[in-house]
């Protein structure tokens, strides 16, 4: 097993940013990949980054690239998403997701998110 916490979400400007933390525990030896991810009420839940458990190959939606940046720190097994030029259009839950397989865009362990509120 695997658990994971989100943190850092809050409410904040617009053109402001955050960084949420994405705490690991457990087998994580496991872990191949890490993801975020985020849900608007009454949508589905959208990919936003994801990262090698090495730290390698990052990779964005087309929606963030450019503004947020996913990254991890091997020493405190946390991954990091930092998020900057926030828009009101990035509200939402956040959420970390953790695979075991190289599946692409299979995950098999997530958080409980937590809520980014961007004001305009």
């Known amino acids: 097993q695997v658990q994971l916490v989100e943190s850092g979400g809050g409410l904040v400007q617009a053109g402001g940013s955050l960084r949420l933390s994405c705490d690991t525990s457990?087998?994580?030896?496991?872990?191949?990949?890490m993801g975020w991810f985020r849900q608007v009420p009454g949508k589905e839940r959208v990919f936003v980054a994801a990262i090698l458990w090495s730290g390698g190959n990052p990779n964005y939606a087309d929606s963030v690239k450019g503004r947020f940046t996913i990254s991890r720190d091997s020493a405190k097994n946390t991954v990091y998403l930092q998020m900057n030029s926030l828009e009101p259009e990035d509200t939402a839950v956040y959420y970390c997701?953790?695979?075991?397989?190289?599946?692409?865009?299979?995950?098999?362990?997530w958080g409980q998110g937590t809520q980014v509120t961007v004001s305009s």
């Open positions: 997701a953790a695979a075991q397989t190289t599946t692409l865009g299979r995950y098999d362990y």
């Open positions: 457990g087998r994580t030896f496991s872990i191949y990949r």
